[in-house]
């Protein structure tokens, strides 16, 4: 009879352990099932974002190839509070409400009177553009533009006499219907492959020409 109360301390003490040892386990369990659904999640995540790189790049590609056809127009949403642009590349027309433009030629060019940065190089971009309206038109060097793929711009080079280089410094004069032959050099980046030519002018719609040096 005096060993009955031993016998319940054991009894309850061994119950304790296995509660405690089922309640770690259950833990475990939960702690695995987090982690698992983490780990899911994540992975679906990435496949997402790997599907939507592989999304971007198929539209990126259908625009160069679209090139090889016709001009392109684009439209920009409400938001970018842009005009459309249409885009071509070297030897396409490609015109808007008042002007025809064609890219020739593009390359490199060396100039006695000054030189490029140590990092850059000299290029010239030769074109025509004509006048398409019944009005005069005169086309500034501000609207047109050279720059990279991120939107930096690149130099203006007016060259001198000696460089025995024609190229409009300020402004073109367009008559109805006139063309002109004309061209203007750029300081280029030497990392820079592509290059966007854009005449920006009074027009609702941008020119831009895709380049590669």
């Known amino acids: 009879m005096q060993n009955k109360p031993e016998n319940i301390k054991k009894t309850y003490k061994h119950n304790t352990t296995l509660v405690i040892s089922v309640s770690i386990f259950v833990g475990l369990l939960i702690f695995i099932l987090i982690i698992t659904s983490a780990g899911f999640l994540f992975l679906k995540y ?14 990126w590609q259908q625009t160069l190839s679209g ?12 938001e970018q509070d842009e005009r459309k642009q249409n885009i071509g590349k070297i030897g396409q027309t490609i015109s808007n409400e008042i002007l025809d433009i064609q890219v020739s030629s593009i390359e490199k060019v060396s100039l006695k009177s000054s030189q490029p940065s140590k990092d850059s190089e000299f290029y010239k971009i030769d074109f025509s553009i ?10 500034s060097t501000l609207n047109i533009i050279a720059k990279d793929s991120n939107d930096g711009e690149f130099s ?3 060259p001198s006499q000696s460089d025995n280089q024609s190229v409009f410094e300020e402004e073109i004069a367009l008559t109805p219907g006139q063309k002109k032959n004309n061209s203007i050099i750029y300081e280029i980046n030497k990392n820079v ?3 966007d030519f854009v005449f920006d002018d009074d027009a609702n719609t941008k020119i831009l020409i895709k380049l590669a040096k």
Not at 67 to 78: A, G, M
């Open 193 to 195: 492959k592509d290059i």
């Open 67 to 78: 090139l090889d056809d016709e001009p392109i127009v684009t439209v920009p949403s409400e």
């Open 46 to 59: 990435l496949d997402q974002q790997k599907t939507k790189s592989l999304s971007n790049a198929q539209k």
């Open 156 to 158: 203006l080079v007016i």
């Open 130 to 139: 004509k006048n398409n309206t019944d009005k005069d038109q005169k086309i």
